[in-house]
């Protein structure tokens, strides 16, 4: 039924955020799409949910729902999570407490941290795995109980079971699990060789935990979404997207709740990779400029690097490959000051969306980058964005950054909203430089993708500064995250650490191990029953020389159950190395640590011409008059044009402003701005 | 030279400290030993021409090393100026703790930036190194009376000169280590991370230009004093005198002093140490230069908003003599100068505390404890399974203290249990948070730890660590934390005890014997009366602190 549906292919993306539900719908029968934004319901977000699928018509009509969702994240930053009972080995059940022995900031001593499972909570099993995977003491399957039994007696809602050394041997975890089982829905139960088995305690108990307190909440979202969605007659199918940027079926996320902690904006990469390579650019660097920060990723090649780790917050790791995102503290909520050594700052301090810039009137007195950008006349006044407000106060906000900013600095207002742009976009050009630069990558080859509702006001100045190829502003910048929903591949990683010399490693049995892994991750992706048009398996090893600690990923491309030599495994190291560092230290003996499994389950194609202008559009009919814009110094009479309706191929010179209900597009001077065949604003030199 | 423009100091700020960061990265993950790869026991940054300066420093290095460094740059320059002969290429390597700093595990590797043809500025990198040779694998000597116990000190010697590295230099760091493949990939990493560091700069100074770039550094120097006065200013004047001690110094049972008085006078401060102990026969002594360092990184931590540059050290006059054990020469034993330095910022803590309580910092646990556990693998390889321990930090106004951090001079993480494990022939049979070891207050400090250890095989162990005798001070009425202790196993089956508290070397164990370290917790502030109820019965509850503790330091009965 659901994939007979899905080729009728009504697919929804709901991308649900924290002000807003964004909602892309593609009709694979017709070519037609359409998009939505409605608020979103904090604390309750199934109400925007299917709030924003009813603004397409009757629920039972769609085919599929592909769901990005923040729930996991607010959950572990607010707090609101599941009690959950911990059991350790002996010795060790302060680990999640005591982390790696870091502290929240290089200076200043003050701060104090909460585990997310309190120490009573925590309680330790007589059993001890060596590293070497040798059983020192088997597990007492009545202690483990009775220690379960007493933890749900203290109210725990979920177990999980952290043995040390799991990774090299999981029997001493799965004896114990099998003693606890029963006492709990098996989803309620869970052991660190299941989520994470991989070396390293802290990061293993800190991802396990989080995972199980994350359990029942995205357990519970999840039903009552699938309840609502029954309500309304649906009976296709209903996916969640990773923060690896793959989509995993609702069973797999509420095995593995933590995936799902950047699911938003993972596919919001993913769309915006997609969007690129179909137009031409396969190397990219995305720019989400929200409210508190600019998250920026890589994409080479048409692929989006991945972290191996994310820190939600202090102290709470989560360790699963996921779209790697670097993140500054500068959004238009960013305050600017001059501090009392004279120097401009702008952020990390942020006014957020709530009280939000001067010009909103809630309240904040302190000038931010939105202010500096409605002053100088770049964001228009009397038309915000998401209408959630009828106008801005500019007047407000210019005052604000004459008092803070300008006099102390000896500026006028307009002049000290300029300097607050650039010292903004510098920063911004930071974190460009971070993924770029500082990878080894030349950041002429890349093109920049802004989304979200701001990033477009900083592009052409961005692409500017970093010596970027161009900037690729895509059709609906705003609901990006939501067509990344609709077009992410299926997609299951796994680790493994397997702590093997190179010298005389045995090629067969690895073999074996990596086609026995990937039959798993397989398995995972066909389960998820999403048309698919074939399985990738992709392997990789992370690999380093005997005494380092920190790894190398090294991809390594054999087919599951290929046959390959140690040669063939060095020259990889060796590749892999050089890439990273300058020098290879040759006589020095190499160890594989972990083997990582991906299996990627293509999705169909998506055609991305069918968000294409239609035909007959003019410049002329763009046009929305024109309003006084500074640029250099001073302002300029620059023409304002709706960027919905300008078509293919048309040319605007800068300076200026294309406007969209979900974004505003500057072009500076010196720019052009050209419509693409696919309706996407390229900004390019002149 | 005139001062660039408010955005052009933002904008080179930014680009300036991300080149140093970029090469703290590299060297994090190019190194070889877990001091630095994991601990981060390094530092990059950027050096004036001429006097040396820090004028950038990487936003994640170690705290201790920026304050250092300078010193190290000023060696180097000292060294051109008697030799003459700087070119383009050079780099120069060192370890002499008297001529820059800290102890002899700390490389430094020192290079000219060259632009047309004039020197701009000195790139530096230094890295804690697992073993300098010594009396003691690792380093950390406890019972050094002179620094050639501690492990071969190598003067500024031209290592790389235009651009070709001298292999004699190699071949003599080599027969000098126990662990002389660990030191070659540490000794990579940070080239690697110099290497890097100049072609960042070189792209930044081709788009910003010599001048405008110097001018900015100035300005940056300016702003961090102009805001330290600012700082200071804000401090009632006066004399405020803080005094703490060390155990002893590894070698006779008696305490050392580490006295300050402190004095605000209007905009700038003297930081006056001459009240403290003379130079001490073990390792406890610091150079003058480490001395410099650690105020500096116990006024970042008091004043975190200050940036990370020599301007914030203008206002500040120190008077450290040589007649005290915090301003000696060579060969003086420098190798515990981690626990000496923390005693300098702790008193620091202290008197401003005094001066201005909202500022306060309770003691931190205030020890590095470096215990190493050595032996050969049953295939007759080496090991040194070597770490620092972590440890509550004081108590403030502003909440309790966080329970086992790492030390104020360091952002160090803890290598993994697992790591220990699959590395070396040990097994942990605990890693736990202590109960009880935190000063009581109406806000207590945050828990020191235990950990235990086994061996697998035959071992010697050895530690360097304080606060076995004076406990973390607590402060307004906040109790001391508990002392530092640490046990082994014996072979009647009983379990023996440093004479000297938290100092040992050589202590043998057989497979299957333990060794136990017990870490301090942080001071507390404020009257433990005054602790809210519900504070209380979430610490009993959680057992951090013990119907015991809960009656003794609170008055309290469960």
Sequence with gaps: MGDSRMEKGRVVGVDVGGTFTDLFLMDGATGEFRTAKVPSNRGDEAVGFLNGLRVFGAVADLGSIVHGTTVGTNALLERRIARVGLITTEGFRDVLEMRRRDRPKTWGLTGDFTPVIPRHMRREARERVLSDGSIRHAVNPSEVRALGEALLADGAEALAVVFINAYANAANEKAALAALAGLLPPDRLAASHEILPEIREFERTSTTALNACLQPVVGSYLAKLEAALAGEAFAGRFHIVQSNGGVMSTETARRFPVRTALSGPAAGVIAAAAIAAAAGMPDVITGDLGGTSFDVSLVLGGRAELAAQTTIDFGMVIRNPMIEITTIGAGGGSIAAVDAGGMLRVGPESAGSRPGPVAYGAGNMRPTLTDANIVLGRINAEKPIGGALKRLDREAARAAIGREIGDPLGLSPEAAAEAILRVANARMAGAIRLVSIERGHDPGRFALVPFGGGGALHAGALLKEVGLKAALVPRFPGVTSALGCVIADIRHDQVQTFNLALKGLDCGALSARMASEAEAARNVVERAGLPIEGVEIRFEFDMHYLGQTHTVAVPFKVAPAQTFTEEDVRQSFEAAYSQAFSRLLPGIGVKIVNLRTTAIGKRPAFDLAMLAPKAGGTLEAARRGERDVWFDGAFHATPILARLDLPADARIAGPAILEQPDATIVVDPGLVARVDSLGNILLERA | ?558
């Design chain 2, 1 to 558: 030279m005139t001062r660039p423009d408010a955005v052009t100091l933002a904008v080179l700020r930014g680009r300036l400290e991300q080149i140093a960061d970029e090469m703290d990265a590299t060297l994090y993950r190019s190194a070889f030993n877990p001091i630095i790869a994991e601990a981060r026991d390094a530092c990059h940054g950027l050096y004036h021409a001429e006097t040396g300066e820090t004028l950038v420093q990487g936003t994640k290095g170690l705290p201790i090393f920026v304050g250092a460094m300078a010193f190290a740059v000023r060696a180097v320059i000292a060294k051109v100026k008697d030799e003459g002969g700087l070119e383009p290429g050079d780099t120069f390597l060192f370890n002499d703790p008297y001529d820059g700093g800290t102890h002899l595990n700390d490389f430094r590797l020192v290079r000219p930036i060259f632009r047309q043809g004039k020197l701009f500025c000195w790139l530096a990198s230094v890295g804690h190194w697992l073993d300098i040779g010594g009396n003691v694998p690792g380093g950390f000597n406890a019972r050094a009376t002179e620094s050639h116990q501690e492990g071969v000190r190598i003067p500024p010697v031209k290592f790389i000169a235009r651009g070709v590295m001298n292999r004699d230099i190699l071949s003599i760091l080599s027969a000098n280590s126990r662990l002389p493949q660990s030191n070659f990939g540490d000794l990579n990493g940070q080239l690697n991370a110099l290497d890097l560091g100049e072609r960042r700069l070189d792209g930044l100074l081709d788009e910003a230009g010599e001048d405008t770039v110097a001018a900015a550094l100035d300005a940056f120097s300016e702003g961090a004093d102009a805001l330290m006065r600012a700082a200071i200013a804000a401090l009632p004047d006066g004399t405020y005198r803080f005094d703490d001690i060390l155990d002893n110094d590894g070698i006779t049972d008696e305490p050392l002093a580490i006295a300050l008085d402190l004095t605000v006078s209007g905009e700038t401060m003297r930081l006056d140490f001459s009240r403290s102990s003379p130079p001490c026969a073990g390792p406890l002594n610091i150079a003058y230069s480490t001395a410099v360092a650690s105020c500096y990184v116990a006024l970042k931590h008091l004043f975190p908003e200050v940036p990370s540059n020599a301007g914030c050290l203008r206002p500040i006059t120190f008077v450290i003599p040589e007649t005290t054990l915090l301003g000696v020469k060579a060969p003086k034993p420098v190798g515990g100068y981690t626990e000496t330095i923390l005693r300098v910022i702790g008193v620091i803590f202290g008197a401003i505390g005094q001066a201005d309580p909202s500022r306060a910092l309770a003691g931190p646990f205030g020890t590095i404890n470096a215990l190493s556990i050595a032996g050969k693998r049953p295939d007759g390889s080496p090991f040194v399974m070597f770490s620092f321990f972590g440890g509550g930090l004081g108590a403030s106004p502003a909440g309790d203290g966080l329970s086992h951090a790492n030390n104020p001079i360091s952002t160090a993480t803890m290598p993994p249990a697992e790591i220990l494990e699959a590395s070396n022939p040990v097994m942990v049979t605990r890693w736990a948070l202590r109960p009880d070891s935190a000063g009581a207050g109406a806000h207590r400090g945050g828990l020191g730890a235990i950990y235990e250890f086994e061996a697998l095989t035959d071992a010697e162990v050895f530690l360097l660590g304080e606060r076995g005798k004076g406990a973390p001070f607590g402060l307004r009425g906040g109790k001391p934390a508990a002392l530092n202790r640490f046990f082994w196993q014996t072979e009647d089956g009983g379990e023996a005890s440093p004479p000297l508290a938290s100092k040992v070397t050589g202590v043998k164990l057989k497979p299957g014997m333990r060794v136990r370290l017990e870490t301090p917790g942080g001071g507390g502030f404020g009257d433990p009366a005054r602790r809210d109820e519900a504070s209380l019965a979430r610490d009993l509850a959680e057992g951090y602190v013990t119907p015991q503790g809960a009656a003794r330091d609170y008055g309290k009965v469960a």
